[in-house]
């Protein structure tokens, strides 16, 4: 059975961190996201950007093996959306956490990430649960949607504009992802890391910095979409491109709040299944 996160891994379109202590409202302010950001024991400075060197490739290999049963727990226990960073540090050694402070202490202008900052902060208090679901994908492959969470107003502006599609077009989107915590996209961030050679700002086009992700900010809440064919773009923008419900969005989402944010010729990949709650 294919799982979302399994193989493609949740969708992590655009994010990054920046700890509310000592950040400041300016981009070029914003530094890390942890809570005792003025204390490194390393200068995140020394990490290179371009390509980790091999010992921080397998320090990350390290962490994220440190990490993997905190995170399948939360996904078990459907709590994911409450990650916290002190989560994450309870449970690695003082050398990973040492690394992982000096990574999530990088500066996003170090990064030259050109979308705008969203917010590290908690998670808000009226998160609806969307509960997993089970979609008849491609050649007799299940796709499994984890449980998701919206925040309330975001959910019912999901509903009414799903209910408009299903009687335009007879079809309907899922919520492939919601709402992630900024702890988790960091998590995300060096997941995905493998992916792209363990460059970090290759990885960064593709995967949001924490704090930089519209999943984490409830007040510009993103949704990725999935359709009912298990279709959500992932590995081919051009297929969730080519779908009715793509081109019934690009006509109608406005009317519910909602507007596309990656278009095809922006700084970020395109990413047609990832809409944002502008709100009305
Ligand atoms: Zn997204």
Request: glycine letters at 6%; proline letters at 5%.
């Amino acid at each position: 059975m294919l799982t979302k996160l399994d193989c493609i891994g949740l969708v992590v379109c655009g994010c990054l961190i920046v700890c509310s202590g000592c950040a400041t409202s300016s981009l070029k302010q914003a530094a890390p996201v942890l809570s005792d950001c003025h204390d490194f024991s390393r200068n995140p400075e020394s990490i290179n950007l371009e390509k980790l060197s091999d010992a921080d490739q397998a320090m990350v290999k390290s962490v994220l093996g440190s990490l993997e049963p905190i995170i399948h727990e939360r996904r078990q226990q459907q709590t994911l959306a409450w990650l916290t960073f002190e989560d994450l540090y309870a449970l690695l050694d003082e050398n990973q956490q040492i690394f992982l402070r000096a990574f999530a202490a990088i500066y996003p202008n170090q990064l030259k990430i050109d979308i705008p900052y969203q917010a590290i902060q908690e998670p808000p208090p009226d998160l609806v649960k969307i509960e997993s679901r089970t979609l008849p994908a491609a050649n007799g492959q299940l796709y499994v949607t984890q449980t998701q969470f919206l925040p309330k107003n975001v959910y019912f502006a999901y509903i009414n504009m799903t209910k408009a599609m299903q009687q335009d077009i007879e079809k309907t989107l899922y919520v492939a992802s919601g709402y992630r915590s900024p702890a988790y996209q960091l998590y995300l961030f060096l997941f995905y890391l493998k992916n792209h050679e363990y460059s970090i700002l290759e990885t960064r086009r593709f995967v949001a910095w924490p704090g930089f992700s519209e999943h984490g900010n409830p007040r510009r809440q993103a949704i990725d979409f999935v359709n009912e064919q298990g279709i959500d773009g992932q590995d081919n923008a051009a297929e969730f491109e080519a779908l009715e419900e793509y081109r019934w969005l690009l006509e109608h989402a406005g009317q519910f709040g909602f507007e596309l944010s990656y278009p095809k010729g922006g700084k970020m990949a395109f990413e047609p299944w990832h809409w944002r709650y502008r709100g009305q």
